[in-house]
């Protein structure tokens, strides 16, 4: 990171969840920050970002900032919170100087990190605004599940699935491996979509990497996933067993391949 004696933002990625996969870099740059930011939900317990962070940072230096980030549907109220943690962190930095914020897998993919720049940058022009990277939900899914990413010239798509099914499904029919992101509130429609473009083969999911109640297991099983169908509701499934698939879902189809390398 470059030395700068004005106010300074730093977008820290703390992986998925594993406290172990936080790089050297995403430490020292925790450690060497006045604040530490993490982003909550409202009403919220402590999130995946925060225990990460606990293990690295006493919990003195760390401020916690609501994001409503459990809020889909009204972009509104949405906003509002986005532009309220905005000004709350430009208050951070005006006094303090140095803040870090912490976001689980890298800033710079689909990070709440990318709506804060944007506000603080607003409010604080004078800010240095810098990022270290993180590993993704997708890398240690990929690690630990058996599927590899890519080879040879082959092609890497990723999509949110709250971009639609036709995204994904447009995706799938394409080359290359295809990651989805988001998909458990529609693991039914996403076991569907890799049943009718013959991707279900060798594909893996998981959800809580890194925690104790992490799940990884074949895509080929999503269908029988409690509270994976539209018409699963409260108490649907065996008892004990999650209604709903987590939101955070991670999803890998690898590439369709006939010879070894991926054609080089």
Not at 21 to 27: I, N, P, S, Y
Not at 119 to 141: H, K, N, R, S
């Amino acid at each position: 990171m470059r030395e700068t004696g004005g106010p300074r933002l730093v977008g820290v990625g703390v992986g998925p969840g594993d406290p172990e996969l936080v790089t050297v870099k995403g430490v020292k740059a925790l450690r060497s920050a006045s604040v530490v930011v993490v982003p909550v939900m409202e009403d919220s317990g402590t999130g995946r970002a925060e225990a990460t962070v606990l293990h690295y940072v006493s919990h003195e230096r760390i401020v916690r900032v609501v994001f409503a980030l459990n809020e889909r549907g009204d972009r509104a109220r949405r906003e509002a919170a986005w532009d309220a943690a905005g000004e709350r962190v430009a208050g951070l930095l005006r006094a303090h100087g140095t803040v870090a914020f912490a976001t689980i897998g890298d800033p710079n993919v689909y990070s709440t990190f990318t709506y804060l720049a944007q506000t603080v940058g607003a409010l604080v022009p004078e800010a240095v605004v810098e990022t270290v990277p993180g590993i993704t939900a997708m890398q240690d899914l990929a690690a630990r599940g058996g599927a590899v990413l890519t080879e040879g010239t082959e092609p890497l798509t990723l999509v949110p699935v709250t971009a639609g099914m036709a995204v994904l499904r447009q995706a799938l029919e394409g080359p290359g491996t295809v990651v989805a992101y988001k998909f458990g509130r529609r693991a039914r429609e996403v076991a569907a979509a890799l049943r009718a473009t013959g991707r279900t083969e060798g594909a893996v999911w998981g959800s809580a990497l890194g925690l104790p109640q992490e799940s990884i297991r074949p895509a080929a099983e999503l269908e029988a996933a409690p509270g994976a169908g539209p018409e699963a509701g409260p108490g649907s499934g065996p008892a004990g067993a999650e209604t709903e698939l987590p939101y955070l879902s991670t999803l890998i189809a690898p590439a369709r391949r006939e010879s070894r390398g991926g054609k080089l």
